[in-house]
């Protein structure tokens, strides 16, 4: 059965930083491509960030220069560094594990992100 664990949301004013985790068990991280995703209030989930393995990366434009996302697959984790934060970056943030074969997709339980101006 696998799991997924996330933390690291919370509170904080523009401009200041926060750190996601997600950390998997039952299947092999190396096996899959890392996502993370949010949802502003009242939008769709939208793309934030990607890491393959071994570690190429890409990020929504919004994001770019400003988050950075790390895997540690001996850990079976994911991090989201998040820095300069502002108020549009509020949202839930959800990570994501899309298998390099097949079909397998699990998801983080969601973290609250809050930024306040």
């Known amino acids: 059965q696998v799991q997924v664990q996330e933390s690291g949301g919370g509170s904080v004013q523009a401009g200041g930083s926060l750190r996601l985790s997600c950390t998997f068990s039952?299947?092999?991280?190396?096996?899959?491509?890392m996502y993370w995703y949010r949802q502003p209030p009242g939008n769709e989930r939208e793309f934030v960030a990607r890491?393959?393995?071994?570690?190429?990366?890409t990020y929504a434009d919004a994001v770019k220069g400003r988050f950075t996302i790390v895997r540690d697959n001996a850990k079976s984790s994911v991090y989201l560094q998040m820095d300069s934060l502002s108020p549009e970056d509020t949202g839930v943030y959800y990570c994501?594990?899309?298998?390099?074969?097949?079909?397998?997709?699990?998801w983080g339980q969601g973290t609250q992100v809050t930024v306040s101006s």
């Open positions: 890491i393959s393995n071994p570690g190429a990366t």
């Open positions: 039952g299947i092999r991280l190396s096996m899959y491509e």
């Open positions: 994501n594990a899309k298998a390099r074969k097949g079909w397998s997709d699990y």
